[in-house]
């Protein structure tokens, strides 16, 4: 069975610093992973998927993920954090068969000027 | 586009009642799904659906009924509200000519059942 893990609940940063939010996954196959946001009182919008090639994705509003094999790792990053990247992060790998997405429990950014 | 919209936003129900959460999506995506999110625990699927006619359970499907008449209304029921069913249920869409292929979600209906 596919699962993944975000191992933090939250993460505090400062604005300007470094962002990373990390993400595990178990799957018996080739893994399809992504990244959403979501903020406050708003549905999920995506932010990046993996597939297949570069281990490096980049997407949207300035943020990559890194993808790991040896260590099953998905990390989201952002070299610069903003105040405005305060929301709640879920990583999720998605079922090879119909499409379902498991999701991690997410992760609460907390960005401070 | 309109892309995934559902209604209503917010409702309280009492216990025992029963509701109809509405989602539809103009995009002709033929996968389709319900999820509720609850504090600490990610979103938890519900059911599913492939296309017209077809309908999964997810891993949350107890106190929910689905139905899929058409391609671009993937209704929610809960047939006799209990408080545990107090959550936030999203509604996604997707194709389904690749696992690639990227989720969109609707802005969500708050449920809140005394």
């Known amino acids: 069975a596919q699962s993944v893990a975000q191992p933090e609940d939250q993460v505090n940063v400062a604005e300007g610093n470094p962002l990373t939010v990390k993400c595990t996954y178990s799957?018996?196959?080739?893994?399809?992973l992504f990244w959403y946001v979501q903020y406050p009182n708003r549905g999920l919008q995506f932010l990046l998927k993996y597939i297949t090639g570069d281990n490096l994705v980049k997407g949207s509003y300035g943020f990559e993920a890194e993808f790991n094999k040896s260590q099953t790792s998905f990390h989201l990053k952002k070299p610069s954090a903003l105040v405005s990247d305060s929301a709640l992060y879920f990583c999720a790998v998605r079922d090879i068969r119909w499409g379902k997405l498991q999701f991690g429990a997410g992760t609460q950014v907390v960005v401070t000027p | 586009n309109a892309g995934v919209t559902q209604t209503p936003k917010f409702q309280v129900l009492k216990t025992g009642q029963s509701m109809t959460l509405q989602c539809a999506q103009d995009?002709?995506?033929?996968?389709m799904s319900w999820y509720r999110q609850d504090p600490g625990m990610g979103l938890r699927l519900i059911h599913y659906?492939?296309?017209?006619?077809?309908?999964d359970q997810g891993e949350v499907p107890n106190g929910y009924n689905v139905s899929r008449s058409t391609t671009e209304d993937f209704p929610l029921r809960l047939l006799s509200a209990a408080p545990s069913q107090t959550s936030v249920y999203f509604c996604?869409?997707?194709?389904?000519?690749?696992?690639?292929?990227?989720?969109?979600f609707g802005p969500g209906t708050r449920l809140l059942v005394l």
């Open positions: 995009m002709n995506h033929e996968y």
């Open positions: 659906s492939v296309g017209a006619g077809i309908t």
């Open positions: 799957v018996s196959g080739n893994p399809y």
């Open positions: 996604a869409s997707s194709y389904l000519t690749g696992v690639q292929e990227t989720q969109y």
